[in-house]
Nanobody, 124 residues
Framework: QVQLVESGGGLVQAGGSLRLSCAASGRIFSISTMGWYRQAPGKQRELVARFTSGSNTNYADSVKGRFTISRDSAKNTVYLQMNSLKPEDTAVYYC??????????????????WGQGTQVTVSS
């Protein structure tokens, strides 16, 4: 179907910045939603930021003003610029996408995919 590959995680000090990338590949017909979730140890996975239909974006309140999601539609890639990082931002960040893929030359079916996750660690 559709595969997502993330990159850009790592270790950074509080106040620093990181940029995550997520590239989608496969038999993609269209992508309707694409964005980032995160899961800290012992906590549920939560939305960080995402594009929805059109160019609408959703952000978690905890990251508004610090994180910015952007995309290159021609490359089926989204980015997450994370500034002013805090220790509480430490988590595994997962890319998620949904849309339609080519099941065969004429038939499209919906897909929902997750990336493998990339670790972001913010030290105090």
């Amino acid at each position: 179907q559709v595969q997502l590959v993330e990159s850009g995680g790592g270790l950074v000090q509080a106040g620093g910045s990181l940029r995550l990338s997520c590239a989608a590949s496969g038999r993609i017909f269209s992508i309707s939603t694409m964005g980032w979730y995160r899961q800290a140890p012992g906590k549920q996975r939560e939305l960080v930021a995402r594009f929805t239909s059109g160019s609408n974006t959703n952000y978690a309140d905890s990251v508004k003003g610090r994180f910015t999601i952007s995309r290159d539609s021609a490359k089926n890639t989204v980015y997450l610029q994370m500034n002013s990082l805090k220790p509480e931002d430490t988590a595994v960040y997962y890319c998620n996408a949904g849309g339609l893929y080519y099941s065969n030359s004429v038939l499209t079916l919906p897909f929902g995919s997750w990336g493998q996750g990339t670790q972001v660690t913010v030290s105090s």
